[in-house]
C-alpha cells in the first residue's frame, strides 16, 4: 500500500482528502504546517508528498526546497488555490512533479497520484536494471579480451559445454554468464555453484536435491541446482575442487540427462547446459588421479582461457571507470576522477588478485580520497607487498630471489583479499593449508597479527 503525506492548513480539506485517497487504498498521513510537515519527511517513509502551497508561516514553495535540500527523494504535487504561471513555474524548477488548481477535481487527483507512483516505480526498476548490467558486464579495449568476446559469440549460442580457465579474479563467472546472454537458454534461468565452497558431504545434495527426511537434518523437499536450472544454464565453478566421488555421479548427469534426488525412487530428466571453470591445471590434476579422464573430456569440448590482468593493462583505465561509476551509483557517492599518473601507478603494479582486485583498491580509493584520485593515493591503498616489487623484479637478485619475491607478493595479496582466512587462501592457491603455512614461515609472511582459522 502507498503512503501519501498531505500537507494543507485546511482541516476540511485534509479530511476530504485523506478520506478520498483511503477509499482508493491509499494510506493517508496528515499535516497542517510545512515545519510539521518537514520533520515527519526525515523520519518516516512516504511514497508521495502533496503540498498546499500558500500557508500561515513557511509556505509550501519553500517547504518543496528544504525537502529537496533534506535529500527526501519522493515526487511531490504542488496544489494551490491562487495559481499563476509565475508560481508554477518556481514549483517546477524547485523539483515539483506537478502542480493542481484548487478546487480538485477527486478524479484527476487520484489520476496524478497514480501516474506519479507508476512513473517513480518505472525509475526504480531501470536502476535496478542499470545496476544489473553494469554488475554482470564485461569490459575491456585490449586484443585478448578481443578475441575472447569473439569467442563467446561465436560459441554462445550452440549447446557446446565451454570450460572456462583463468587465474582468481579474472571473471570467469561473467564469462559463462555472458556465454548464456548468448544462448538460446537467456531467457531460463542462470544458476551457479561454488563447488569449492560447498562441503563434500553437502555437494550431491546441493546439485541434485534431496527428499524430505532423506537424512538427518532433511526437514523438507530440496530441489537441487540442476533442477533450478531446467532448460537454461549451470555454471560449475571451481570444478577442479570437486570430490571423486562426485565426480562420478556428475559424469553420469552429463551422459544421460537425468538426475536422481537423495532418497527418490525414481529419476528426473533434466535439460542443462552445464558451464564449467577453474583455476587450476585441470590437465595436471587428471595426470594425478585427481580428476577423472572421462569427465574432463565431457566437459573439455571448447576451452576458453581468461587473460590476467598483468597482460591486459590497456584495459585498466576503462576498468577503473567502469568500477568507479558503479560504485559510486551503489552508494550513492558522488564520482571522483582519477589523474593521468594515478591510473598509470594502477599499471605498474602486477595485480596477483586481477579485476577482483582491482575494484577492491578502486572502491578503498574512493572512500580514502577527499577529491581526485592521485599517484599519491594509489601508492598508499595498493597493499604493502607492491611498494618495493617492482624494483625486487627489475634490480638485483638472482632467480630464486625473483621467485620468492613473486611467491611473497601473490601470498599476501591473495591472503588480504580472503581477509587472512588460511583455509580459502590456500584453496585458492591449490595448496594444502599445511603447506600454505610453511610458505608464509619460509617467506617471511607475519601472521600473528591476522589468525583467523
Not at 537424512?215 to 570430490?243: C, S, W
Request: hydrophobic share 40%; aromatic share 6%.
Amino acid at each position: 500500500m502507498s503512503h501519501l503525506l498531505i500537507v494543507d492548513d485546511d482541516t476540511g480539506t485534509l479530511a476530504s482528502l485523506s478520506r478520498a485517497f483511503r477509499l482508493a487504498g491509499y494510506e493517508a498521513t496528515v499535516c497542517d504546517s510545512a515545519d510539521r510537515a518537514l520533520e515527519i519527511a526525515k523520519t518516516q517513509r512516504f511514497d508521495m508528498i502533496l503540498s498546499d502551497v500558500v500557508m500561515p508561516g513557511k509556505d509550501g514553495l519553500s517547504l518543496l526546497a528544504d525537502l529537496k535540500n533534506a535529500g527526501v527523494a519522493v515526487p511531490i504535487v504542488m496544489i494551490s488555490g491562487q495559481a499563476n504561471v509565475e508560481m508554477a513555474v518556481r514549483a517546477t524548477r524547485l523539483g515539483a512533479l506537478d502542480f493542481l488548481e484548487k478546487p480538485l477535481s477527486t478524479e484527476k487527483l487520484l489520476l496524478t497520484v497514480e501516474n506519479a507512483l507508476k512513473l517513480t516505480r518505472l525509475e526504480e526498476e531501470n536502476q535496478q536494471l542499470r545496476q544489473r548490467i553494469g554488475k554482470h558486464e564485461i569490459v575491456w579495449k585490449s586484443e585478448g579480451m578481443q578475441r575472447v568476446m569473439s569467442q563467446i559469440e561465436r560459441v554462445g549460442p550452440s549447446t557446446s559445454r565451454v570450460y572456462i580457465h583463468g587465474e582468481t579474479g579474472t571473471g570467469k563467472e561473467l564469462v559463462a554468464r555472458a556465454l548464456h546472454e548468448h544462448s538460446p537458454r537467456n531467457k531460463a534461468p542462470f544458476i551457479t555453484v561454488n563447488c569449492a565452497a560447498v562441503p563434500p558431504d553437502l555437494i550431491e545434495s546441493e546439485l541434485f536435491g534431496h527428499e524430505k527426511g532423506s537424512f538427518t537434518g532433511a526437514n523438507a523437499r530440496y530441489v537441487g541446482k540442476f533442477e533450478q536450472a531446467h532448460n537454461g544454464t549451470l555454471f560449475l565453478d571451481e570444478i577442479g575442487d570437486m570430490p571423486l566421488g562426485m565426480q562420478a555421479k556428475l559424469l553420469r548427469v552429463l551422459e544421460e540427462g537425468e538426475i536422481e534426488r537423495i532418497g527418490a525412487d525414481r529419476s528426473t530428466a533434466v535439460d542443462v547446459r552445464v558451464l564449467t571453470a577453474t583455476h587450476r591445471d585441470i590437465e595436471d590434476l587428471v595426470r594425478k588421479g585427481q580428476f577423472r579422464q572421462d569427465l574432463f573430456h565431457r566437459i573439455y569440448v571448447f576451452p576458453l582461457t581468461l587473460p590476467p590482468l598483468r597482460n591486459r593493462m590497456e584495459d585498466i583505465p576503462v576498468l577503473v571507470g567502469h568500477f568507479l561509476r558503479q560504485i559510486a551509483l551503489q552508494n550513492s557517492w558522488k564520482p571522483k576522477a582519477f589523474t593521468p599518473d594515478a591510473i598509470e601507478e594502477l599499471k605498474r603494479y602486477s595485480w596477483p588478485g586481477n579485476i577482483r582486485e582491482l575494484r577492491n583498491v578502486v572502491e578503498r580509493l574512493l572512500l580514502l580520497a577527499d577529491a581526485e584520485v592521485d599517484q599519491r593515493a594509489v601508492k598508499t591503498a595498493l597493499p604493502s607487498s607492491s611498494k618495493g616489487s617492482s624494483a625486487g623484479f627489475s634490480a638485483g637478485g638472482n632467480l630464486a630471489e625473483k621467485i620468492e619475491a613473486f611467491e611473497r607478493e601473490v601470498i599476501r595479496t591473495e591472503l588480504e583479499l580472503h581477509g587472512y582466512r588460511m583455509s580459502e587462501t590456500a584453496r585458492m592457491l591449490g595448496l594444502e593449508r599445511s603447506h600454505l603455512y610453511k610458505k608464509c614461515q619460509h617467506l617471511g609472511i607475519d601472521l600473528r597479527a591476522h589468525r583467523s582459522d
